[in-house]
């Protein structure tokens, strides 16, 4: 009889493959998620930054205008559909007549369906705008 491979060699060998193979689905499918989740922190950044700068620009007169809390509209500013899926509020609390906090917190939901929140915490004085700070929710 000439050599060859048993099939308890050839099971062996199966089950070998079949590991590799899944882990390397699972690799792929994990990359997959971390640039998502990369792209999806890319946009809240621009979109938070961008809100930031389009506060900064206003005279504290207008500033103080403004409603407590808004839900705005990226659209104008991100033509693109990439930013169709994410939900831009701004909360104003009054600290004192020269004070204001601000709250701007951008929402998404993951692809596998996971809702996210991520804020930018800044405070506005009749001088100007303070530092910002970023908070994961």
């Given at each position: ?34 640039v ?7 946009r ?51 600290e ?42």
């Open positions: 009889m000439k050599g060859g491979y048993s099939l308890a060699e050839v099971i062996v060998a199966a089950g070998i493959f079949a590991i590799v193979i899944t882990g390397g689905i699972a690799g792929v499918r994990m990359g997959f998620e971390i998502d989740n990369s792209r999806h922190h890319t809240v950044s621009q979109i938070l930054q961008s809100e930031v700068e389009s506060l900064r620009s206003l005279s504290w007169k207008e500033l103080k205008q403004l409603p407590s809390s808004a839900e705005i509209d990226i659209n104008p500013q991100f033509s693109t559909s990439a930013y169709d899926g994410y939900t831009v509020k701004r909360n104003i609390y009054s004192s007549s020269t004070l204001r906090r601000i709250e701007v917190v951008v929402s998404y939901d993951t692809r596998s369906g996971k809702p996210v929140e991520l804020k930018y915490l800044t405070f506005f004085t009749e001088g100007g705008v303070n530092d910002y700070y970023y908070r994961t929710i």
